[in-house]
């Protein structure tokens, strides 16, 4: 199973906590973040987003910087998509595990019971799934003792 996109920068967690509707400039993020203006200038534009995000200064030149709010929602609109994206990977790698693969399956296991801490939405989820894979795992012995 390959992995898509990079990995979640450090200051991801510190991203999620910046209000949507508030309008940050550059000077206020340096501040929240605790790093530099042009630090923060270059992680934003290697995030690879689309131009519609940018506030351009002049017509003639191609430097162009994010308004505040815009860099703010649309980052975690990205990273929103990537977790939910690894959530849905994890599950069809749990469902097409071998038996074989205790350990792996031990660590997933792990992972979704602190997921679904947090998230009552994702234990039902997980409920319905186990309930599932009892029945699937109670008919294939049935099926199994009526052969021998």
């Given at each position: 199973?390959?992995?898509?996109?990079?990995?979640?920068?450090?200051?991801?967690?510190?991203?999620?906590?910046?209000?949507?509707?508030?309008?940050?400039?550059?000077?206020?993020?340096?501040?929240?973040?605790?790093?530099?203006k042009y630090e923060i200038e270059g992680q934003v534009r290697r995030l690879n987003i689309k131009p519609i995000y940018y506030l351009q200064i002049k017509k003639t030149t191609r430097r162009a910087f994010?308004?505040?709010k815009d860099i703010i929602s649309h980052y975690k609109k990205r990273v929103y998509l990537e977790k939910n994206y690894y959530k849905s990977e994890i599950f069809s790698c749990k469902k097409t595990l071998n038996k074989g693969e205790h350990s792996l399956e031990k660590k997933l296991d792990l992972f979704l019971?602190?997921?679904?801490?947090?998230?009552?939405?994702?234990?039902?989820?997980?409920?319905?799934?186990?309930q599932i894979e009892y029945e699937v795992n109670k008919n294939i012995n049935e099926i199994y003792k009526t052969k021998t």
């Open positions: 199973m390959t992995k898509r996109g990079r990995k979640l920068a450090p200051w991801t967690k510190e991203f999620l906590n910046l209000k949507e509707d508030f309008e940050y400039s550059f000077e206020d993020l340096e501040v929240v973040l605790s790093k530099k994010f308004l505040g019971i602190t997921e679904s801490k947090i998230n009552p939405e994702l234990k039902t989820e997980l409920d319905i799934i186990d």
